[in-house]
């Protein structure tokens, strides 16, 4: 169609014209303005009903407001860990070992105020064949004071675990008349270790838990057939052999730990000790059958309550003094006195929960006096189970590490994300609603490390080979969607900023609407807001044009012919 040819002239064919009169012009157009405004309060209201829509979703979602914040003093941390099994000669695994200077780095531009690890028995000590005990190794030494003085300076809090599940092989080997933990005069020997370790570190360390998950250590290294060590025989009453050594073991290490923190320097005067207990809350399949109840507590007496319940009361759950009797070996008095009270801290680590049934088979030792069936993941239960640690000391406060999921192994796992949203706002729900004693959390974890895959940020073990290799410039970290989790949250000092790799270069992903959809795809507007604009545009157009039409009639005032548009149509 062309375009309006003369405003004045006739003569154009018939067939090809229409005249408009500019009077008829004039008025549809104050007809369209006049509807287009009797529409604008119904889309003004329209947006603001969906902004209200969005503002109450977002406040119940994983995404919080700006208000919705923990204590200014609270630890938000990660952790990270060496290869725990499965991977032979993985001698680099995610070569922290040489670049814990560039991972503090990103802790501190994450914002993170605390980084959770453990300090390798074999790496600080060394079997001394002619005095038959173990002895310090200064070059292990060294590399702790470097590695915790590197932490202070990015202001990050060291949360120290003595033992996680790293015995040294002499240990194992040449305690006679038994070996490792079934050796009473273990406890001795990690006396020793531990006496060491507050020596040297005592005074950079303000968290300390001496034992990681002693329930993994027993049941895993002692009660499995694919993970017991060689010469310990599986038995119904090894398991509770070895745990009653760790016990011993854990009220030693604090009974020296305070003795150095009040008749020396070495230790932090404001420094606190405990031990990592893994929790996993037990549900009763069947809340109304009150053997699955009864079953869903006595699974939680068996698996936290043998090492909360010492501590709290100086003996061993009352359910299991029942159940195992002929197994479970007595605190002496002596013992009683030792163990009961050897805490500052709680320190838990949970990554799932479990439905648990009565069991009626008759499977080996432990399991078989846990009487524990169905076994399931619930979301519900990180309240749950911090209720439930709470309950047995309401005064003590609660350092929560090692939470985490591993889902898909993929670089974007949203598995993850959802994980870690769904159960901050559980954290936030004890802290700040239920106002529980709790002073940090602890994402696992801050680096793969080649069999878990729950890392925020994903390590670049391209082949097996090169995992196992010496090459460090290949394990390139790549954050995952779950590392901006932290930063919907109130994390002071957070900082967005690029960390520079010693290899190739991760590639960071761009943060996400927190109320985008699980694709990723950032939706800026929504449809109210898309409406409303419409309807200002219209407005604003029609504004333009009455205004243009109206100069129009007036230029042409006092004309003696009536003024005629013609515009040709092709």
């Not at 030693?252 to 009040?262: G, S």
């Not at 030792?365 to 749950?384: I, P």
């Not at 545009?537 to 129009?552: D, F, K, M, S, W």
Request: aromatic share 10%; glycine share 6%; net charge negative.
């Amino acid at each position: 169609m062309r375009a309006i040819t003369d405003w004045l002239t006739t003569g154009c064919p018939e067939e090809t014209t229409k005249v408009i009169e500019v009077t008829e012009v004039t008025e549809t157009m104050r007809r369209l303005f006049r509807g287009v405004t009797a529409l604008l309060p119904l889309l003004l209201l329209l947006c603001l009903t969906d902004l209200s829509w969005r503002s109450v979703g977002a406040s119940s979602s994983s995404a919080p407001s700006a208000s919705r914040c923990f204590p200014d003093d609270f630890l938000f941390g990660t952790t990270t860990a060496a290869v725990h099994s499965g991977v032979e000669g993985a001698d680099v695994a995610d070569a922290f070992y040489y670049r814990y200077h560039e991972d503090f780095k990103r802790m501190k531009t994450m914002g993170l105020s605390s980084f959770r690890l453990s300090i390798s028995w074999s790496k600080i000590m060394h079997w001394g064949a002619d005095i038959k005990r173990m002895q310090p190794t200064p070059e292990g030494i060294a590399f702790y004071h470097a590695l915790l003085d590197n932490l202070k300076t990015n202001g990050i809090h060291a949360v120290v675990t003595l033992y996680h599940t790293d015995l040294p092989a002499a240990l194992q080997s040449q305690l006679e008349p038994t070996a490792g933990w079934l050796d009473p005069d273990i406890v001795t020997h990690f006396e020793e270790f531990a006496e060491l370790a507050f020596r040297e570190f005592g005074w950079k360390v303000k968290y300390w838990a001496t034992f990681n998950e002693p329930l993994t250590l027993i049941s895993g290294g002692c009660g499995s057939c694919n993970a017991t060590p060689r010469g310990m025989n599986l038995s119904d009453s090894n398991l509770y052999t070895v745990a009653h050594h760790v016990l011993l073991s854990h009220a030693r290490a604090v009974q020296t730990y305070r003795r150095l923190q009040k008749n020396t320097g070495l230790v932090d005067k404001q420094a606190r000790i405990g031990i990592a207990l893994n929790v996993a809350f037990g549900y009763p399949v069947n809340e109304t059958n009150a053997l699955d109840v009864a079953v869903a507590e006595c699974k939680m007496q068996f698996d936290v309550g043998w090492f909360v319940i010492p501590l709290v009361s100086g003996d061993y759950p009352e359910t299991m003094r029942g159940r195992a009797s002929g197994r479970l070996p007595q605190l002496t008095t002596d013992q009683v006195d030792l163990v009961k009270g050897s805490y500052d801290v709680f320190i838990m680590n949970h990554h799932s929960s479990r439905m648990v049934t009565d069991c009626d088979v008759r499977p080996l030792n432990h399991t078989r006096d846990e009487v524990v069936g169905d076994k399931r993941a619930r979301s519900d239960s990180y309240l749950a189970t911090i209720k439930w640690l709470h309950s047995k000391d309401p005064t003590a406060p609660i350092l929560l590490t090692d939470n985490g999921w591993c889902g898909d192994e993929r670089v974007e796992n949203m598995d993850q994300s959802w994980y870690f949203q769904s159960y901050i706002e559980q954290l936030y729900k004890a802290v700040v609603e239920d106002n529980m004693p709790i002073i940090g959390y602890t994402a696992w974890s801050f680096l793969g490390n080649n069999e878990w895959s729950s890392s925020l940020h994903y390590t670049n073990f391209t082949t097996k080979e090169i995992s196992r290799s010496s090459a460090v410039t290949d394990l390139t970290r790549i954050p995952r969607p779950a590392r901006w989790c932290l930063d919907s949250w109130d994390v002071k000092g957070v900082e967005q900023s690029t960390v520079q790799e010693t290899g190739e270069m991760a590639t960071l992903h761009e943060k996400k609407n927190p109320e985008a959809g699980g694709n990723g795809v950032d939706v800026p507007w929504s449809l109210g807001e898309v409406l409303f604009l419409v309807a200002v545009g219209l407005v604003i157009l029609g504004v333009i044009t009455c205004q243009a039409l109206r100069e129009l009639r007036q230029s042409s005032r006092g004309s003696p012919e009536e003024l005629e548009v013609l515009i040709t149509i092709e």
